[in-house]
């Protein structure tokens, strides 16, 4: 199997990579090698390394500057990750996708269904949240 991994150089990334089973040929590549939002590049690594499956761990994480720098937030949680989507529709590769618990209030004192609603309270849970809307219906259409 051929995995490629997004934002290898994050903590989650880096313990994809480092777990990684035997057998696997890992394409793991850091926001230096490849920014997610650089839609013609990301196109031409899919289309090069013809993943089976695409782990995207690459994402805006700093909380606390969310607020101020809204657009790239959003570029980099939501949009970019729409493209991902059809990108790797398109070379028939699934995406793995990890958002944040942010996205719901954590006021709930029993599991979490994915089908509960979401109340995001900030602005990298904001940019997060319709993602995986934006990512099912990417991957409906191609
Ligand atoms: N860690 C956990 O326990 C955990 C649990 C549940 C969900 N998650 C989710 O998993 C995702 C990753 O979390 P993390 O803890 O690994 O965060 P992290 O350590 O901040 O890693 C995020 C990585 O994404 C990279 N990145 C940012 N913008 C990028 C871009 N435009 N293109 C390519 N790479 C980009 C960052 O690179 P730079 O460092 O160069 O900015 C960084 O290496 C997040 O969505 C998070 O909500 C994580």
Redesign the pocket.
């Known amino acids: 199997m051929r995995a490629m991994i997004?934002?290898?150089?994050?903590?989650?990334?880096h313990d994809l990579v480092s777990s990684a089973p035997e057998g696997v040929e890992l394409h793991a590549l850091?926001?230096?090698e490849?920014?997610?939002?650089d839609t013609a590049s990301l196109a031409a690594r899919v289309s090069d390394e013809k993943p089976d499956v695409i782990l995207n761990?690459?994402?805006?994480?700093a909380v606390d500057r969310a607020e101020a720098e809204r657009d790239l937030c959003f570029r980099?949680?939501a949009e970019?990750v729409g493209e991902l989507v059809r990108i790797a529709a398109r070379a028939r590769a699934r995406v793995v996708h990890?958002?944040?618990?942010y996205v719901f209030n954590g006021r709930r004192a029993s599991p979490t269904r994915r089908t509960i609603r979401r109340i995001p309270s900030t602005r990298m849970a904001r940019a997060?949240s319709p993602v995986s809307r934006r990512s099912g219906r990417a991957a409906r259409t191609g």
């Open positions: 997004l934002g290898a150089g994050g903590m989650l990334g850091t926001r230096a490849l920014d997610i939002t761990t690459a994402a805006y994480t980099v949680n970019a990890f958002s944040t618990d997060s």
